[in-house]
């Protein structure tokens, strides 16, 4: 009887974990999948690294929000978690962690690029500079 109970609570943490890990809202796409993505109207296009890189070169109209501030948590609460966010950094691990976060937050509908910023660019994104 207290195998049965161990392994119920078990399998209770465990569908409890996937359920809080939000990542069903997050689909990622290659690079010619997200510029398709970001071309719809209504999607926010999101870079999440830093401001200096941001500055060296991002695509248009993105906003920038720098997933490794510290202020990343409180800066994504003011936005609307019902929008679609199209979200991308250099090598796409950033952009995972911040889809994660956003997931979790409750944002609905996240697309993350599988890749980065210079795999966008080679598939024919336009790359501004400020």
């Keep these: 009887m207290k195998?049965?109970?161990a392994v119920a609570g078990i399998l209770a943490a465990l569908a409890l974990t996937g359920c809080a890990s939000g990542t069903s809202a997050v689909q990622?796409?290659?690079p010619q999948a997200f510029i398709s993505t970001t071309a719809q109207q209504g999607v926010v296009v999101v870079d999440?690294?830093?401001?200096?890189?941001?500055?060296?070169?991002?695509?248009?109209n993105a906003v920038n929000?720098?997933?490794?501030d510290p202020a990343f948590a409180?800066?994504?609460e003011s936005l609307?978690?019902?929008a679609t966010y199209a979200v991308y950094c250099r090598s796409g691990r950033r952009s995972t962690v911040a889809t994660d976060a956003m997931a979790t937050a409750?944002?609905?509908s996240?697309?993350?690029?599988s890749g980065g910023l210079d795999d966008l660019a080679a598939s024919g994104a336009s790359v501004v500079t400020q």
């Design 80 to 82: 609307d978690k019902a």
């Design 74 to 76: 409180s800066q994504i």
């Design 110 to 113: 996240l697309v993350n690029l």
């Design 106 to 108: 409750g944002f609905t």
């Design 65 to 68: 929000i720098n997933v490794e």
């Design 28 to 30: 990622t796409v290659d």
């Design 48 to 60: 999440v690294r830093t401001p200096d890189e941001f500055a060296a070169g991002h695509l248009q």
């Design 3 to 5: 195998r049965l109970i």
